[in-house]
């Protein structure tokens, strides 16, 4: 051990030693800091100019200096928050409270010039801002903000971004983000100049694997002067793709036709019970579902008014007050009206288109002729993906809730003592008659219960069409036409009509259109009718085959 003295020479000399680093390293840091903020002054000094190209310039060279206040401003000049003074030469940022800030600093302005006008951007700067963005946030802490840089690189395919994006690749844990990185790094490099053809068919295979319209895009717009063997590769991974996305969409197609026809289903389902027991062609049947709407848009206005907090039950509230409200109407219009009319089909079909249009002006003067705002509890609200197909909830939700009616309206049927009685009429109301069964009770109770299920239709179409007085009138046409192609007063064949005649309308638009594809059904179902009068599924009874 050293003596003393020399002991305390060396504590000097170490006390020495650390402090002119520490001097060292403060003045370098200095030195890098002040020659930021100049490299940022220049770069400022081309967003002044208010000139487009100048402007893509002047991001890029934002982005390069390093500076910590390059983001915002960058961020800024996006939401159109860059300002700058003409008189004063000067750039100044809102930040997004409100208050004006110098950009060269970060500090709020001493003195905000009364020129400031917006920095304006075009559709070549916006691609300029994607890019900045994405290479100044692509090792940013926060998972959400690298994924949106990654994508954002993806879409400007930078070359500048390419240092950035081999970094974060190499330090990236999270596999969604990784491969949002390596697919941006694919884009990257199949566009530029320099890259070698090994490199270019290699991203190739990276786009090919992700499969949807943005890689096709790319794939489908190299530049000119691209090696042969890479526009080979390009164009069979393009091939590759447009068959699997034409696959993909035929099932989206099934889905839209599931859906559609799931809405189809549960508007006729009430017209089947009514047609097949009573004979009745019910043109207010649509109205019916104009009042289950109705209903579900009062139920809402008073829950917002009175206890918000209870919007998300709304719906499950609406429900059966929809089915109460258009059932009642539906018994008040089959007493007061209808049973005068059995037999004559003609009469009762006029009489309820009239009834139809008094219903729609009695809305139209409570509630008026626009449009009313129904909005979607926030488990009915979103999205998901399968594949590349786009599942919505209130749709999903539809369909459950359809199946759930048609079942509980088969063991309805099926158990009670009132379905016993109402497949009785329907298979033979004079024998029926003679066993003692109330015919009159049972059509009330009929036109009733068809009423409320299309009440429950107009609760389910609330969520995803516009609710209006004329909201029964698209879909009453619809809804015939799946009773008489499924069989009329048989509920599997409504079903399967439903869901036949969805899919075929949504198979059918692509190619034909919306007002083709229905013609094209219509005469198809024509056609069919011709071979099968009954329908797919006849009922069976004495009185039916008769």
């Known amino acids: 051990m050293p003596p003393a003295p020399c002991r305390g020479l060396m504590m000097r000399c170490l006390r020495n030693g ?5 001097v060292m390293v403060w003045v370098v840091l200095l030195g890098t800091s002040a020659a930021q903020a100049q490299d940022l002054e220049k770069a400022l000094a081309g967003f002044i100019a208010d000139n487009f190209a100048d402007t893509d310039s002047a991001t890029a060279a934002v982005a390069k200096t390093g500076s910590p206040l390059a983001i ?5 000049l996006q939401d159109g928050r860059l300002l700058f003074s003409g008189e004063q030469k000067q750039v100044f940022l809102r930040n997004r409270a409100g208050a004006v800030l110098d950009a060269a600093t970060g500090k709020p302005a001493a003195n905000v010039p009364a020129d400031l006008s ?7 700067v916006r691609r300029a801002i994607d890019a900045a963005l994405g290479g100044l946030t692509l090792l940013s802490p926060d998972p959400t903000r690298r994924l949106d840089a990654a994508r954002a690189v993806f879409k400007s395919k930078d070359p500048a971004a390419l240092p950035a994006l081999l970094a974060a690749i190499e330090k990236e844990t999270n ?3 990784r491969q949002a990185l390596t697919e941006a790094h694919a884009a990257v490099v199949l566009f530029q100049a320099d890259a070698s053809e090994a490199a270019k068919i290699q991203a190739i295979g990276v786009l090919r694997q992700r499969g949807d319209q943005d890689a096709l895009a790319l794939l489908s717009s190299l530049p000119d002067g691209t090696p042969d063997g890479v526009k080979r590769t390009a164009q069979d991974a393009a091939g590759a793709i447009q068959t699997n996305l034409a696959m993909w969409g035929g099932v989206q197609n099934v889905w839209y036709g599931l859906s559609l026809g799931s809405v189809l289903l549960l508007a006729a389902i009430g017209l089947a019970i009514t047609f097949g027991v009573m004979g009745v062609i019910n043109m207010a049947h649509g109205e019916m579902v104009m009042l289950g709407a109705y209903t579900t848009f009062v139920v809402q206005e008073l829950i917002r008014a009175h206890n918000p907090a209870l919007f998300d039950y709304s719906l499950l509230i609406a429900i059966p007050l929809a089915f109460f409200v258009a059932g009642f109407v539906g018994i008040l219009i089959e007493r007061g009206v209808i049973r005068f009319l059995y037999g004559r089909p003609l009469e009762t079909l006029l009489a309820t288109w009239g009834i139809s249009l008094i219903l729609q002006q009695a809305v139209r003067t409570g509630f008026g002729p626009t449009n009313k705002d ?3 509890p926030s488990w009915m609200s979103g999205a998901f993906e399968v594949g590349y197909i786009t599942v919505t909830y209130n749709r999903l939700w539809i369909i459950v809730f359809t199946m759930t009616v048609f079942f509980l309206l088969l063991a309805l049927l099926r158990f009670t003592h009132l379905g016993l009685e109402m497949r009785a009429v329907t298979q033979n109301r004079a024998m029926a008659a003679s066993m003692g069964i109330r015919t009159s009770r049972v059509d009330a109770l009929t036109f009733g219960l068809g009423s409320g299920i299309a009440g429950l239709a107009g609760v389910a179409l609330s969520q995803i069409d516009n609710v209006s007085p004329n909201l029964g009138q698209g879909y009453i046409i619809d809804s015939f036409m799946v009773v008489v192609f499924g069989g009329v007063g ?3 064949g409504t079903l399967v009509g439903a869901f036949t005649l969805g899919i075929a309308n ?4 692509p190619y034909a259109g919306a007002v083709l594809a229905k013609i094209a059904i219509l005469v198809l179902i ?7 009068p009954r329908g797919l599924f006849a009922l069976k009874g004495r009185a039916v085959e008769a």
């Open 118 to 124: 917006p920095v304006r951007v075009n559709n070549r």
């Open 175 to 177: 596999p969604t983000i």
């Open 526 to 532: 024509i056609l069919f009718i011709q071979k099968r």
């Open 490 to 492: 048989n509920l599997w």
């Open 72 to 76: 915002s401003i960058i961020e800024a």
């Open 506 to 509: 949504k198979l059918l638009e």
């Open 18 to 22: 650390f402090l002119s680093f520490a």
């Open 374 to 376: 129904v909005g979607n």
